[in-house]
């Protein structure tokens, strides 16, 4: 079983991780979101905007573990405007579509933000 930081909020807003090629930039995330897994200290939510939307939607390379955290109990927000903006809120398979409110009121409450 797994130990939930419910106080820290992890943010992704690429579709990958870093300033890098896209190739990079999603193979690094997939390591990253794979060892968060394994540490069993999962975060409580983690929000998706910007970019960061697309590694919810069909397709993405890391929907496999994205499914992981949910199924552990991590919240997965993703922002509708963006979805909306990238013509993708039919296409989500992970998460939650919420606001930029449900983002704000999840880094309120949180005691420790990471953005990636």
């Known amino acids: 079983m797994s130990d939930f930081d ?7 807003s690429r579709n990958g991780m870093g300033d890098a090629e896209a190739p990079l930039q999603q193979k690094l995330i997939g390591i ?3 060892l968060l897994l394994e540490s069993k200290l999962l975060p409580g939510v983690i929000c998706f905007y ?3 939307v ?29 979805l909306n903006y990238y013509n993708l809120a039919d296409q989500v398979e992970v998460g939650i579509a919420g ?3 449900d983002i704000l009121e999840a880094q ?5 933000v990471i953005a990636l």
């Open 50 to 52: 910007a970019d960061g």
């Open 6 to 12: 419910s106080n820290t909020v992890i943010l992704i």
């Open 32 to 34: 990253y979101l794979n």
């Open 54 to 82: 697309k590694l919810t939607v069909n397709g993405s390379p890391v929907l496999e573990q994205l499914r992981s955290l949910e199924a552990q109990g991590v919240r997965l927000v993703i922002c509708s405007t963006c």
């Open 108 to 112: 309120r409450r949180a005691s420790k």
């Open 99 to 101: 606001g930029m409110t």
